[in-house]
């Protein structure tokens, strides 16, 4: 069942003893959204706790929250959350059914908690928690804004990507206003690399392959690659978006070997493709010009399973 923002206002003033939640390896929107819920319901005296599954990007952690004591929850809240397979393995057969509120801005979200605010104009889940901050009119606090200018920041690829819309921007001048430094966060994230993740870059642009009269690349990211370079797997979020950056390509794809053969794959795209359509094909989800779904079997098949429906889909629009 879809809400607005004043009845989730409403539930959230009613409820109390909440456990926060979001996908799991979360990025800056979910990390930073869910920390900065976490400190304004915290403000209006909520007792509060959160869980996070996997590991927290290093460049992230010098906004984060320290992890609170547990408790016996009585209301559930999901952000940033499309689906509840993207809970993770540990949390998703505990909390699946059980999530009573969902703020997200995914517009592939499932609807599967009892009640959903879902904005999917908006920029990144960051945006909506800045306005519970102002309905509640809870202090913005210098920490919460740096929580929510990471957010809005990863999610629009430091306001490049064509997510970047009025709203959006008014939210980043609101967040420098309340006095983060933007310069110095901007630099930690997008402008600071480690040694292992630029070796690992390297590899990884060197097993790029364009199909389809260029109109797609491929990148294959393998556990051989993580092995040699030492890399932890927290630090490739930026790298999802490099098969995009070549000139001619319309839909760039990387694909994540794991382990007991599974395959993540992250999708991103330039108009008019969808590849929010593609990733549901095999059960994912996302926006229209970045998605993400999870393949079985080997590195080969998921890659040849994949650009089979990439194929479909430029057909579709008459690309091929």
Sequence with gaps: MKIDLQTVVCRLRESDDILLL???????????????????????????TFKLVGKVPENLLFAAEA????????????????ETTLLGEALQPVYGDKIDLNIDHHGSNTLFAKETWLEADAAAAAQLVYQLYLVFGAELDVRAAEQLYIGLSTDTGCFRYSNTNAACLYTA????????DNGDINRRIFETKSKA???????????????????CAVMALTKEMFLKTGLDESE???????PRQVEGVLVGATIKEKDNGLCRVSLRSNEPVDVSAIARAFGGGGHKLAAGC????????ATADLLKEIEAALRSYHLL
């Design 22 to 48: 979001t996908h799991r390896n979360p990025d800056g929107d979910a990390a930073g959204s869910l920390w900065a819920l976490y400190r304004l319901l915290t403000k209006l005296g909520k007792r509060v």
């Design 67 to 82: 992890a609170p004591e547990e408790f016996e929850e009585k209301f559930i809240v999901a952000v940033d959350l499309a």
């Design 173 to 180: 001048a609101a967040l420098v206003e309340a006095g983060i």
């Design 197 to 215: 993740y630029i070796q690992f870059e390297a590899l990884a642009m060197n097993n790029l392959h364009l199909h389809f009269d260029g109109k």
């Design 236 to 242: 490739t979020h930026m790298i999802a978006g490099l």
């Design 294 to 301: 999870d393949l079985y079997g080997t590195l080969g098949k």
